[in-house]
């Protein structure tokens, strides 16, 4: 099967051809200092969170994590904005292409996706930007703008929720960050979720026991 047989929006749009046109077409412009500022802006919210755990505890954690989805579900009504399925088009090819546009042009990370059968797939991230930034437990912080993205898809088709499970991670040790995602059976928990809770209990634990 084709892993990526949809196209999606580019959330942010006017900005991005805003960019494309005053900075990156600059002779005079080194592209990798966007990588430089969203790494800095990526390691402020992992640090907004901490604090906000260890100053203000669970409110402040919640407080947090419900600004985070909010961004991450309006990422993914931008990318989803007026866009239809084809009558060709699994459901299992959906959550492929739609991971797969999440990966690449939202998290900027190049990827190798697979759709095992018409229930399954996977993908291997081979880089992320903040692998060398993040250690394993700091990931948590991404989940939530995931989550967003997840909650906008449901939104708007109820019909190709999904299930998505890490596997393994590059600042764990890994040499790719590994997901695996399965169709949602009706009435399931989610399981994004569930794990996410644990985390942010994990998370405020930590942020007590430093006290």
Same mark, same amino acid.
């Given at each position: %099967? ?8 580019? =959330?942010? +749009?006017?900005?991005?051809? !805003? @960019? ?5 077409? !600059? ?22 969170? +901490? ?27 931008? %990318? ?18 739609? /991971? ?12 190798? =996706? ?6 399954? @797939? ?12 993040? &250690?394993?437990?700091? @990931?948590?912080? +991404? ?19 999904? +299930? ?10 890994? &040499?790719? @960050? !590994? ?18 809770? /644990? ?6 634990? &930590?942020?007590? /026991?430093?006290?």
């Amino acid at each position: %099967m084709d892993t990526l047989k949809m196209r999606f929006n580019y =959330p942010f +749009q006017e900005a991005g051809l !805003r @960019c494309a046109k005053d900075a990156l077409s !600059r002779k005079d412009y080194d592209p990798v200092s966007l990588f430089r500022w969203g790494n800095m802006l990526g390691m402020a919210v992992l640090k907004m969170l +901490q604090t906000a755990e260890a100053e203000l505890g669970e409110p402040g954690q919640n407080a947090m994590i419900k600004a985070l989805i909010e961004v991450g579900r309006e990422v993914g009504r931008q %990318m989803l904005d007026g866009i239809e399925v084809p009558e060709d088009i699994l459901p299992i090819e959906f959550i492929s292409a739609f /991971a797969s546009w999440i990966n690449r042009e939202i998290y900027a990370s190049p990827e190798a =996706p697979e759709i095992k059968d018409e229930e399954h @797939c996977s993908f291997d991230i081979l880089w992320c930007p903040h692998q060398d930034s993040y &250690k394993a437990f700091d @990931c948590r912080v +991404q989940r939530y703008l995931v989550q967003g993205m997840i909650e906008a898809a449901r939104e708007k088709f109820p019909t190709m929720d999904f +299930q998505l499970k890490v596997v393994q991670t590059i600042p764990a040790g890994a &040499k790719t @960050c !590994r997901f695996d995602i399965r169709r949602k059976k009706p009435g399931e928990k989610d399981e994004w979720e569930i794990y996410s809770d /644990a985390l942010a209990k994990k998370a405020l634990e &930590k942020a007590r /026991a430093k006290k």
